[in-house]
């Protein structure tokens, strides 16, 4: 039972121009997201959050939406660098027996 | 500095040789897990433990056994490791696992295990 989903396995995107990553998601309860960035050989590092009572959260060049009528989360990277390639993953908050689940991950590449 | 420690970071060994990989945090936090994570299957939780003497199963748990006598250690016991659970393992802390709050986890650097 995936309470998340990451429909992308890989993106490619050309330095300087937007990366949009997506994820679905299947709780409407669930009252935050997180993503997390991971680069080989590293362990995930927290990148942003949302809160379910806004639709967008913007730090710097990382922008989260988030559509409540689509169980749909968005990441955008504007403009995109080298150092953003990296898997991407997306997580809801725990469930009712804490458990934790992540996404199945985006490989972000950027093209120099 | 505050940080999430793993050891050993590489292991090659062979099948039923029982083995324990070690992860430690200094921030006092209360929730601690582990994951594994293998290619297209993403990050899954094996145990987690919100807090000392407390411990349950996540969505992988065969196979493995974890404790938590100390707040600052988590233990990931492999008792008859197989080929099966050849994998990179991270383990992570968080302060708290309140729903709600936001919180984020503290992921270490990663074992890499090769079970023969």
């Known amino acids: 039972d995936q309470q998340v989903k990451q429909n992308s396995p890989s993106l490619s995107v050309q330095e300087g121009r937007i990366s949009i990553l997506n994820c679905d998601y299947t709780?409407?309860?669930?009252?935050?997201f997180l993503w997390y960035k991971k680069y080989p050989a590293e362990g995930p590092t927290f990148l942003i959050s949302i809160s379910s009572i806004k639709d967008k959260n913007e730090d710097g060049r990382f922008t989260v939406f988030l559509n409540k009528s689509a169980k749909h989360l968005s990441l955008h990277i504007v403009p995109s660098q080298p150092g953003d390639s990296a898997v991407y993953f997306c997580a809801p908050p725990p469930g009712r027996n804490e458990k934790l689940t992540f996404g199945t991950g985006t490989r972000l590449t950027i093209i120099p | 500095e505050a940080q999430v420690t793993q050891n050993p970071r590489y292991l090659i060994t062979v099948t039923g040789k029982k083995l324990t990989v070690t992860c430690s945090q200094n921030m006092n936090h209360e929730y601690m897990s582990w994951y594994r994570q293998d290619p297209g299957l993403g990050l899954r939780q094996i145990y987690y433990?919100?807090?000392?003497?407390?411990?349950d199963k996540g969505d992988v748990p065969e196979g493995y056994k974890v404790s938590r006598k100390e707040k600052r250690n988590f233990p990931l016991i492999l008792e008859s490791p197989s080929p099966n659970q050849t994998s990179l393992y991270f383990c992570?802390?968080?302060?708290?696992?309140?729903?709600?709050?936001?919180?984020?986890?503290?992921f270490g650097p990663g074992t890499r295990l090769t079970v023969l």
């Open positions: 433990s919100m807090n000392v003497e407390a411990t």
């Open positions: 992570a802390s968080s302060l708290s696992r309140i729903a709600g709050t936001g919180d984020t986890q503290y």
């Open positions: 709780n409407s309860m669930f009252d935050y």
